[in-house]
């Protein structure tokens, strides 16, 4: 077995080193795309590689901003097969796989079969007072009980195509998914509440993103999807009284090598679009008032 992890990167510094070295601790070697960053994400790639991990780093680049998932997923596919991967591990810049479950996963993904998914528990790091937190998760309610496809075993017609956001599977197969890790026994540490500033940029981009890149599509539908991480009555089918649980003693790792102050690069982002654009084109989105003082400063550099 070649396991190799994919990474893509957009301006991540915040969280990137802890990503990248975690990810070493498991898989064979990694790929990580930077697209268009415009931190230090280059830098942090560009040191490991030299000091640390050598060709086991391997690190490709996309200079257009613009977002086109599948593209970039495909990319990173690619240069994983040139490298002799025998099985991919998907892997966002913001997930972090426990400590306790390293071995087990690699022993895991070496029995698996063609046409399985590799399935693990996921944590929504976030606390009840949403202010950000390393330290607990979302245990129930839409954000609780989570599932992250991690893992599949590689063949030729395996793909990623289109133009479609948040497709994390691979198309060209039918999978069976594999859980064997129970919930509450280590997975993926989701770093996606960690910072509840981040997090309400994250997500008013996303907003302005498929309001202009789809402008036939329901802006009350785009606005609701992206407002569920904020407002529970918003999906009743889910339990709404959000309950949480601590992240036990050992799950963690290179967490010293996080940065949780910086300014999301989101905002930035969210701010030139309304600028460019105007009010009127994001009329009837909730933002979240992310464009605040700091973004201002930032643009007037």
Known sequence: MRLIGMLPCRNEDWVLQASIRTAMEWCDAL?????????????????????????????ISENDPSWAEMKHRQ??????????????????????LTANVWAQVRSEAERMRPNQLLQLPGYNLRDEQRKGTLDS?????IWGDRWFSTIFMDYA???????????????????????????????????????ERRLKAKHALYKMTETLRWPNKSRTEIDKLYSLAFEPRLNLQFDQNWRYADVPDGWWAHREHLKMDSLPWQEVECQGLYERYG???????????????????HLAR
């Open 137 to 141: 998760y979302h245990l129930t309610g």
């Open 279 to 297: 009010a009127e084109r994001f009329q009837g989105l909730n933002l979240f008032d992310v464009c605040g003082e700091a973004v201002h400063e």
């Open 31 to 59: 790929v990580v795309l930077d697209h268009a960053s415009t931190d230090d994400s280059y830098l942090i790639i560009d040191y490991l590689k030299e000091s640390e991990f050598g060709d086991r780093l391997i690190c």
């Open 157 to 195: 017609q395996l793909n990623w195509m289109g133009d479609r956001f948040h497709h994390r599977e691979p198309m060209g197969g039918v999978f069976g998914m594999w859980r064997p890790i129970a919930q509450g026994r280590g997975g993926i540490l989701h770093l996606w509440g960690a910072d």
């Open 75 to 96: 990319m990173m596919l690619d240069a994983a097969r040139q490298a002799g991967a025998t099985h991919l591990a998907i892997i966002d810049a913001d997930e972090i």
